[in-house]
């Protein structure tokens, strides 16, 4: 093996450990609300990842998505999705509903065949329709048998794949697409953050020096693995992409299990068996098609 694709499998085995292992750091900021921490994370990262765009000499590119009005409103749209999904991902780890969040991760590579057939009109192999069937037939067992609907995971899957789907045909970098989506939420945040300290709720700078190290320290929870990826994404190809993503949502799913005790219910485990059945399914099927197509 190559040592550009060693040091990409580390690159990208990496960040998704890091995904995957986060609850960990959210659940450490249990004490203060999930939507304060989303402004923490949106503020301190803007700071991380600006010195980050002129160190990289991503500077004239950064400029010139932030001059075109057409390439903004398509990172505002973006940056509402994301931030969404920031902040149902840090609530939903710090109520106890982290097999959810796993769940959503698990079906997410799902959505994203099913909304590239319905907006990019690709068409959809047999196998991967028949994983999105079962995908959707786990879900409405969920629903219907179990009285047990997963709207924390569904939300988590679309607003991500959704924002994939926006990020794919946008003409932005990660990185500089990342640092203006974190700009343009950190003036609100600021402001969020400056109202709730004058009224005395603010977490910041009240409760511990600890505390205020790791509500900044979300800058590097939230860029590292992003930047991490990115350098495993150019030196690896699609279906070694395809098989890591799941590190992330089953490092999630037994931390719920092993470190925080959540309850894995009879519904719950015959969803996931159907839905690691529909990951197999579509896996399999996308290593065939791009070795055919190599």
């Known amino acids: 093996m190559q040592k550009t694709t060693l040091s990409g499998l580390g690159a990208a085995s990496t960040a998704y450990l890091i995904w995957g292992l986060s609850p960990i750091y959210w659940k ?42 057409r390439v903004m409103l398509i990172l505002l749209a973006t940056t509402l999705l994301v931030g969404f999904n920031w902040f149902l991902f840090i609530w939903a780890i710090n109520s106890n509903h982290i097999l959810q969040t ?36 786990a879900v ?43 700009m343009v939420l950190s003036v609100p945040a600021v402001g969020y953050l400056v109202y709730i300290d004058t009224v005395g709720r603010g977490a910041f700078l009240r409760i511990s020096t600890g505390m205020d190290v790791l509500l900044i320290g979300a800058a590097l929870v939230t860029a590292l693995p992003l930047l991490l990826f990115t350098v495993g994404a150019r030196r690896l190809n699609l279906s070694t992409i395809g098989f890591l993503q799941y590190i992330a949502p089953s490092c999630t799913f037994l931390l719920a299990i092993l470190a925080y005790g959540e309850p894995l219910v009879p519904g719950q485990l015959l969803t996931f068996i159907l839905i690691w059945t529909a990951l197999i399914l579509y896996s399999a099927d996308s290593v065939v098609y791009y070795r055919k197509n190599d």
């Open 28 to 69: 450490s900021l249990a004490v203060v609300p999930a939507f304060e921490i989303l402004m923490h994370r949106m503020i301190w990262s803007f700071v991380f990842l600006l010195p980050l765009i002129f160190f990289t000499g991503r500077r004239t590119a950064f400029w010139k998505v932030a001059r075109s009005p």
């Open 102 to 137: 796993s769940l959503g991760y698990y079906i997410t590579p799902l959505v994203n065949v099913l909304l590239g057939m319905i907006f990019l009109r690709e068409r959809l192999r047999r196998v991967q329709m028949i994983a999105l069937l079962l995908a959707a037939f």
């Open 140 to 182: 409405g067992l969920m629903t219907v048998r179990y009285g047990y609907f997963p709207w924390v995971s569904l939300a988590l899957a679309f607003s991500f794949a959704f924002y994939g789907l926006i990020r794919k045909i946008a003409p932005v970098g990660a990185l500089e697409g990342l640092t203006i989506e974190t």
